[in-house]
C-alpha cells in the first residue's frame, strides 16, 4: 500500500492529501465557502440589489440637481450680460442727451464743464438774455445787452469765462472782443476759454466748431481756422 502524502492546506491549515491541494485550497475551504456564500452572500443579494437602485437614484437626483444648478448660473450669467447692456446703452442715451443740452443751453454747457456748479434763478435770467442775445444777432437785429446784477452772482462765469467759447461753438467765424480796466482779468477769461476749445469734450459737444489755428494762439489774441477768434484788452 502506498503511503499517502499529506500537506497543510495553505487556507485552513489542514493536513489534506497533498494532491487535494491547488490554489483555491482544499475541499474543506472550497464547501466553506460555498456554504459561507449561499449563507451571507446570495441572502444578501436582493438587499444589495435595492441599495444599487437606491444609489442610481441619488446619483439621477444629483446629476438634475447640478444641471440645474448650471442652467440658473448660465441664466444668471445671461441676465448680467443683458443688465450691462442695458446700462451701456442707458449711459450712451445719457451721453447723447448731455450733448444735445449743452449744444443748446449755456447753463447745461457749464454744468456739463463744472459738476459742482450750481445755477439759480439769477443764473438762469442771464444765461436766458445772453442766449437771445446770440440769436438776436444770427437774425440781424444788432442788439445791446447789458447786464446790472449785484457782485459776486457769477456774471464773469457765465458771460465771460464760458459764453465765448459756447457762442465760438456755434458760429466759429465770429470775432469777440473780451476788454476790462486791467490786462489781468481777460488774459485770464482769454486763456480759459482757449483751453475750453483745446478740450476733446468741447469736441464732442461742438463737433463742426472752432478750432484754433496753430500759428495764432497767443493768451491774449487767438484765431480761428474758421475766421473767427478773440482778442483780449485792457
Known sequence: VSKIHRSPCPLCLNLVPTNHIDVTG??????????????YVEARLPKISVLEEKSAVRYK????????????????AEQKVRDEEKKRIAEIHREEASISLAKRSLLHYIERRKKDYRPNWAHETVAAELERFM??????????????????????????NNYPAWILGHHPDWNILLASASDALPAEFSRNIREQIRSDDYRRIFP???VLRADSSAALRWQCEQGGGLKAVG
Not at 26 to 39: F, G, I, N, V, Y
Not at 62 to 74: D, L, P
Not at 135 to 160: F, Q, T, V, W, Y
Open 61 to 76: 437626483k444629483f446629476v438634475a440637481h447640478n444641471k440645474e444648478i448650471a442652467a440658473r448660473r448660465e441664466k444668471k
Open 208 to 210: 463742426k466748431g472752432a
Open 26 to 39: 482544499c475541499p474543506t475551504c472550497t464547501d466553506e465557502r460555498t456554504l459561507l456564500r449561499r449563507s
Open 135 to 160: 440769436h438776436d444777432i444770427e437774425e440781424k437785429k444788432h442788439p445791446r445787452l447789458i447786464l446790472s446784477i449785484c457782485s459776486r452772482m457769477g456774471k464773469s462765469e457765465l458771460a465771460s
